[in-house]
């Protein structure tokens, strides 16, 4: 039995496969390709096109409720947005989504079910003209109707660096896409109890271009889940070899 899933991209006729919930891959020109439940993901390098085999994880909750613009759910807090139609973003989409003034925040994600002290936050960042410096994302958490500010990790995609110097920050990870996009995460730690339903999600800093924003519970990145309008959960992956 052979089962080179990098050489064949493509499951055998003995196999099925399970998943509920949007997902994504990305395919062999290294483009984010967005797909719906029970399409089976064949992964590549997105900067080489080489093929990675079959993707199987696990489930994992995107609570960032809008993650491929900064319309809907997003709060100018000292600023707001602009959109330069010139730009291609990872996704294929045209349409790249930049914030200007000092800030923008999604607020009010409920992580009070999770009951955790540990999350991953995820953005896919590329530079802008005419800009300098480090984008940052700020997450905020609020206790006994006390607001904290945990700190926040930067990215400066000039030279594709990542700062996680805070102290609940941790784990910074810098991954190349073409045509100039970068995708970044770091892992968040609160000594303040679990994250509650009021965690607040910021983006500040250099008016950098933005898209896929993610939040999720665990201590790893995993694939980009995406949103339009409320949170959005990849189920489980379930492969299954059937006959003699």
Request: a negative charge; glycine letters at 10%.
């Amino acid at each position: 039995l052979d089962l080179n899933f990098a050489a064949e991209k493509k499951l055998d006729s003995s196999i099925t496969y399970f998943r509920s919930g949007p997902a994504s891959f990305v395919d062999e020109f290294g483009k984010v390709v967005l797909v719906g439940g029970n399409a089976p993901r064949f992964d590549h390098d997105p900067m080489t096109g080489e093929c990675k085999g079959l993707l199987i994880e696990e489930t994992r909750t995107n609570y960032v409720r809008v993650s491929t613009n900064l319309e809907s759910e997003w709060v100018a807090g000292s600023g707001s947005f602009a959109v330069d139609n010139s730009v291609t973003n990872p996704d294929g989409s045209v349409g790249a989504y930049y914030h200007t003034g000092a800030e923008l925040y999604h607020q009010n994600i409920d992580l009070s079910g999770a009951s955790t002290n540990i999350i991953t936050v995820s953005l896919w960042v590329k530079e802008r003209s005419g800009q300098s410096g480090t984008l940052d994302t700020q997450i905020y958490q609020q206790i006994s109707g006390s607001l904290i500010l945990l700190g926040a990790f930067t990215f400066n995609p000039a030279t594709a660096t990542i700062g996680t110097s805070d102290a609940n920050f941790s784990d910074g990870t810098v991954q190349e896409y073409p045509n100039g996009w970068y995708r970044v995460s770091a892992k968040v730690t609160t000594d303040s109890g679990n994250f509650s339903s009021t965690t607040r999600y910021d983006i500040q800093g250099a008016e950098h271009y933005v898209w896929g924003m993610q939040l999720e519970v665990g201590e790893f990145l995993t694939s980009f889940i995406p949103t339009r309008g409320s949170t959005a959960t990849r189920g489980y992956e379930a492969v299954t070899l059937e006959g003699t």
